[in-house]
């Protein structure tokens, strides 16, 4: 089983639609989650970090925890053609020797249509 | 703030040679700083964790005579791609956190070296 899972997409939404990405961990230990937005041959940015489960939310992002499912999503509300990237969710997992290791999901392709 | 800069963005180089890429936090100090690899269309791989003044980790697979890591300060760390070969052309990216490696803060990333062996 992968550490981080993500459906690889491309997931497919119209303009001013809700975007949903998923995301599934393993690690049950694992006590911070991140998004990360990366465009075409850029490096990562972060868009949302998430500690707590229960909903965090920052403008038109709204990042979901539930640890006891091991599951976090990311929804994006009124959706941007600007928006369109792959979206990675990253979790720190636990290493014993050197406190936590960022593992990334392989990311989920989103496309938006104007 | 935390801002993390790379250094170079991009490179060609010759198969066999080696090269060099700077990634320096600007304004934070990070006693780690971790290095990942993405190739096309693949999500981004830890390659390596760096350690101001101790010996690098390398992850399972990754050859540490290979892909050379040092740390010399609080704010750089190097790697070296040693005799470098067309299949190690990727995208390589560097990170770090203000507080070193065990807090659960995001890593900032700098904004990559595309490295091109021919």
């Known amino acids: 089983q992968k550490e981080v899972e993500q459906n690889s997409g491309p997931l497919s939404v119209p303009e001013g639609a809700i975007a949903s990405l998923n995301c599934t961990y393993s690690?049950?230990?694992?006590?911070?989650f991140f998004w990360y937005r990366q465009y075409s041959g850029k490096s990562p940015e972060l868009i949302m970090s998430?500690?707590?489960?229960g909903d965090k939310e920052d403008g038109r992002f709204t990042a979901q925890l539930n640890k006891a499912s091991q599951y976090v999503s990311l929804l994006i509300r009124d959706s941007q053609p600007s928006d369109s990237a792959t979206y990675l969710c990253?979790?720190?997992?636990?290493?014993?020797?050197?406190?936590?290791?960022?593992?990334f999901g392989a990311g989920t392709i989103l496309r938006v249509k104007s | 703030g935390a801002v993390v800069s790379q250094h170079p963005s991009r490179v060609i180089c010759k198969s066999g040679t080696s090269v060099k890429i700077e990634c320096r936090s600007l304004?934070?100090?990070?006693?780690?700083m971790f290095w990942y690899r993405q190739f096309p269309k693949q999500s981004l791989m830890l390659m390596a964790t760096?350690?101001?003044?101790?010996?690098?980790?390398?992850e399972q697979g990754v050859e540490k005579d290979k892909f050379l890591i040092n740390h010399a300060s609080l704010t750089l760390s190097t790697l070296t791609v040693t005799s470098a070969h067309p299949e190690d052309s990727s995208f390589y990216i560097c990170?770090?956190?203000?507080?070193?490696?065990?807090?659960?803060?995001?890593?900032?990333f700098g904004n990559g070296t595309r490295l091109t062996v021919t």
């Open positions: 990170s770090a956190r203000p507080g070193g490696a065990r807090n659960n803060s995001p890593l900032h």
């Open positions: 304004d934070f100090q990070a006693t780690t």
């Open positions: 998430i500690y707590s489960n």
């Open positions: 990253a979790v720190n997992i636990r290493d014993l020797e050197y406190g936590n290791k960022l593992v």
């Open positions: 690690d049950r230990g694992s006590q911070s």
């Open positions: 760096s350690n101001e003044g101790s010996k690098a980790t390398y």
